[in-house]
């Protein structure tokens, strides 16, 4: 490695976070960013919540959606909506007769996020569930809705991101697409802290994954670690 090259500098985290002032990541917004203007509406709403470091990544947003168009998907599932940025974004990236379900624990978050989806016009398309996201995957699987999703995106409580892809992998249709955000953790997953349960949760099922013959997969360094698990 060149004397003097940050170990880290492949790894910067979100644009508005963590990689804030990495003028590479923050050029790449700058010349790469479309955001809907809701969803910027949105944005700085959740930047005045004290848990804002929760909020996905813009570019990452983008990249899932324009994953979404890709594969067309119709039918999406979000697990752990916070704030409903994403689920904006998923409801702008689907076709008009097109579904999100959205897996929420806190109302005051769903209070924030629903002005802004009546206001972008696609309220009638996200289907918010507020209770124990994993109640709602089961209850989606006992309903028969089993290999009918085209995308899913799991961002909720890391002890349960083992239960929660299970349960996705069941509801994804064969070639649908399972985003895993925060693999990397801040880092931490790399020889996590014998006390750190949640890095040891994730480096565990990362390490699962990789091994897993039901997908294909790549991890990728976009925000704070993004893995994508592809349904043979």
Same mark, same amino acid.
């Given at each position: 490695?060149?004397? !003097? ?8 985290? #979100? ?14 917004? =700058? ?12 944005? &700085? ?14 570019? &990452?947003?983008?990249?899932? $959606? *324009?994953?979404? #168009?890709?594969?067309?998907? =119709?039918? @999406? ?6 704030? !409903? ?21 806190? =109302? ?11 206001? /972008? ?9 507020? &209770?124990?996201?994993? &109640? ?6 006992? /309903? $028969? ?14 002890? *349960?991101?083992? $239960? ?17 955000? *925060?693999?990397?953790?801040? $880092? ?12 040891? *949760? ?18 990728? @360094?976009?925000?704070?670690?993004? @893995? ?5």
């Amino acid at each position: 490695m060149a004397q !003097g090259v940050n170990v880290m500098s492949a790894f910067p985290g #979100k644009s508005h976070s963590g990689g804030k002032d990495d003028p590479v990541l923050q050029y790449v917004v =700058n010349n790469s960013l479309r955001e809907h203007p809701v969803l910027a509406k949105l944005k &700085q709403r959740t930047l005045e919540d004290r848990w804002n470091i929760m909020l996905v990544a813009t570019e &990452q947003a983008q990249f899932m $959606g *324009n994953l979404m #168009k890709l594969i067309k998907a =119709n039918k @999406t599932l979000e697990v752990g909506m916070y704030t !409903g940025y994403n689920a904006l974004n998923m409801a702008l990236s689907i076709p008009e007769n097109g579904r999100v379900v959205a897996c929420e624990i806190e =109302n005051a978050y769903v209070d924030i996020a629903r002005p802004f989806f009546k206001e /972008a016009g696609v309220e009638s398309k996200i289907d918010v569930r507020i &209770q124990p996201a994993m &109640q709602t995957l089961d209850e989606l699987i006992a /309903a $028969g809705e089993a290999g009918t999703y085209d995308f899913i995106f799991i961002d909720a409580d890391k002890n *349960n991101y083992d $239960g929660y892809y299970e349960r996705s992998l069941q509801l994804v249709r064969k070639g649908g697409i399972i985003a895993i955000d *925060n693999v990397l953790w801040s $880092g931490l997953v790399v020889n996590p802290a014998a006390d750190d349960l949640v890095s040891q *949760n994730l480096d565990a099922l990362n390490k699962k994954l990789h091994k897993d013959e039901r997908i294909d997969l790549s991890m990728l @360094t976009i925000g704070d670690g993004l @893995t994508l698990a592809f349904k043979r």
